[in-house]
Structures are given as C-alpha cells and as structure tokens.
C-alpha cells in the first residue's frame, strides 16, 4: 500500500470522528449568550389605579310598600261609589258605602232603649236604698242597662262598617264591586296601595350575601331610564333552599309619583371603594394553575407577572385589582416573555392605548 493511499484513510477517519462528536460547545455557548444579550421587544402602557365603587348588581321588582285589599265587615247593597280605580285617596275618606237598610231604624231603637234602661236603674237604686227593692231586681235592671248599651255599640258599629275607607294615604288599585252589588261579610271591595312608600324585591348571590347590611344605599334604575335612590331594609337570614339565593328588599321614598309599579328594574349597591385599573381583557393570562395574571414591566426593564382579580367588567374594559398603583402593563408580546426576563419595552401612548387606560366616565369627560 503506497503513501498517498494512508493518507487517504487517515483523512476520511478524522472526517468520520469530527461529524460523530458533534458542534463544538463552546461555540453554541457563544451562540447562546449572543442570544440573551438580545431583549425581546414588547410594548407597554402606563396604567394608573384609581378608586373604584364595589358594587352588587342585581335584578328585581318594583312595588308598593303595602298592598291591602279592603273586606266588607258587614252585609248588604253596594249602595255609593266616591272614589274610583287608580285615585289618590287620603287616610280616613271613604271610598265606597253600603247601604243603612233598616240600620237607621235600629239605630233609634237601641238608644231608646238604652234610655229607657238607664232611667230604670236610676228609679230602682232609689227604691233599693230605702229597702223597697232585692238585690237580685236591682242587678237585673243593672244588666238591662249594659245590655241596652252594648247593643247601641254594636248598631253603631254596623252603621261606620257601612262606610268603607282609605287605611292610610293610597291609590285606589282596583275594584270588585259596582253600585248594586250584594256583599256579605269577608267580600272583597278594593284594593289600595301605599304608593308613597316603594319597595324593592330581589335576589342576590349566597357568595355576595355577607356583604350585605341594612340601611346600604341601593341606586335602581327603572324601565324608561328614571333612577330612584333608598336604602336596604330586609336581608333575610336564610337563603332559599333551592336557589341557595338571598331575598333582599330596599325601600324607596320618591319625591315624584312612580307610575310602573310591578315592573322589573335593575338595582345596584355599593358595599366599598377600592383601587383598581382598567384594562382590555386581551392583557390577561394564564399561569400553570389557571390563576389569572398580568404581565408588566418594572423600572429595570424586567418582566413581572401580578396576580389579579377581576370585579367588574364594562363594554371596552375591565377593572382588575393586584396591581401597584402606576404600572406599565404589558399590551402586546405578554405571550412571549417570561417573569424575570429582560426586555425592551416601548411605551405606547396613542388614542387606542389612553383609552384602554380610562374608564367609560373618564372617556366621556375628555372628549367633552
């Protein structure tokens, strides 16, 4: 085998053994350093906190404070309507009247003879004194006397039960009777409600629940956009077995008529202030455990990750707490960096940004 054949083989071994032992590390460590010492860009948005109310939402049911059907105490025709369906009526004026039939007569029956049994005991005292008269005779006529009165009493009675009236200031809601009905006692007249006084019905969370106390301010919001303002004065003390929900009611003193009693309304309760920001959803992450988080970016360009809790959501944004009061919120690229990993932010500062950063109230005060 001659000499340039050796060399030949002694090459192609070389070869073969540098290809199996793979790139030279240090040059890939090189590679590698000259890759960190390159910041992923990312671009931030300074984001301030600013007090927020805390609020419980919820939906109810706009209704009189007391609804009363009126009954009739006693029998007999429908004989006056005074005050007709949806009238105000003050306390104590009557709304409707039965009529006396022989009431009247009976009226003057009794007092006559109660009359007759007074002047009785009157004579038969006398006569017991000077011993003309028993014991018995005298407390027979006494009990003649407190019968003679108890049925004037109740003659009365029927006469006032003719007359029905207003239990306190109301509407009158609606009617079962007309002029010439027969009623008997335990019938149904009119129906009344105390629209001075509203109320408030609703349901609300098991979860938001204990935040709850009498005497909150509730802010509602009716079908055609008035507000009314009250205060809560019911939370009950057990929730319903099958919703797990608590009822709540508020009461309401409105300074104007409320015409849309019964209808639905939404009603909001502020149970505290607090320091929030307000973002775009889209800044949002996930950790590992599916915790919510938001990426920023501190005063040495280093990405930090912040646990946050989501409280409220508007129809551009969000409010969130867990972040410091000033911070620059990572809006784009969160995706690819890592906690502790350096970057090079640039601060965005356009209309799209700023108005992330404001609420609805704050956008609506600038562009004013």
Same mark, same amino acid.
């Given at each position: ?127 017991? @004194?000077?011993?003309? !008269? *028993?014991? &018995? ?5 006494? %009990?003649?006397?407190?019968?003679? #009165? $108890? ?123 607090? @320091?929030?920001?307000? !973002? *775009?959803? &889209? ?5 590992? %455990?599916?915790?919510?988080?938001? #990426? $920023? ?72």
């Amino acid at each position: 085998m001659n000499k340039s054949m050796w060399v030949a083989i002694f090459l192609s071994l070389g070869l073969f053994l540098w290809v199996i032992s793979g790139p030279d590390d240090s040059l890939e460590s090189t590679n590698q350093h000259t890759e960190e010492r390159v910041p992923m860009k990312v671009q931030v948005t300074e984001s301030l906190a600013v007090d927020v109310d805390i609020d419980i939402k919820f939906q109810g049911e706009l209704l009189p404070a007391r609804e009363v059907i009126l009954r009739s105490e006693t029998e007999g025709r429908v004989a006056e309507i005074i005050v007709d369906k949806a009238s105000s009526v003050n306390q104590g004026v009557q709304i409707l009247s039965i009529a006396l039939d022989d009431r009247k007569a009976r009226l003057e029956g009794a007092k006559a003879e109660l009359i007759k049994a007074e002047s009785d005991l009157v004579s038969n005292r006398k006569l017991y @004194k000077r011993g003309l !008269l *028993s014991a &018995s005779q005298l407390k027979q006529n006494e %009990s003649n006397f407190a019968s003679a #009165k $108890a049925q004037l009493s109740q003659i009365n009675n029927e006469i006032n039960n003719t007359k029905i009236k207003a239990p306190f200031d109301s509407v009158v809601d609606d009617r079962f009777v007309e002029v010439g009905d027969y009623v008997r006692e335990g019938d149904s007249l009119v129906r009344v409600l105390d629209t001075k006084t509203l109320k408030v019905i609703g349901w609300v969370p098991q979860q938001k629940a204990s935040e709850l106390e009498v005497g909150q301010k509730v802010s509602t919001e009716l079908v055609n956009g008035r507000e009314l303002t009250g205060v809560i004065s019911y939370v009950a003390p057990q929730a319903d077995i099958e919703t797990r929900a608590f009822k709540i009611e508020a009461e309401i003193k409105p300074l104007e008529k409320v015409k849309l009693l019964g209808s639905s309304v939404s009603s909001r309760i502020i149970t505290s202030t607090k @320091k929030a920001h307000f !973002l *775009s959803p &889209s800044v949002i992450s996930l950790d590992a %455990s599916g915790a919510l988080l938001v #990426k $920023a970016v501190n005063e040495n360009n280093k990405v930090v990750s912040y646990p946050i809790e989501v409280i409220q959501s508007e129809s551009n944004g969000i409010w969130l707490l867990g972040l410091p009061d000033v911070v620059n919120v990572i809006t784009m690229g969160q995706g690819f960096v890592l906690p502790d990993q350096i970057v090079e932010p640039t601060l965005v500062t356009d209309k799209n940004s700023t108005e992330l950063s404001e609420s609805p109230a704050e956008q609506s005060k600038r562009e004013a």
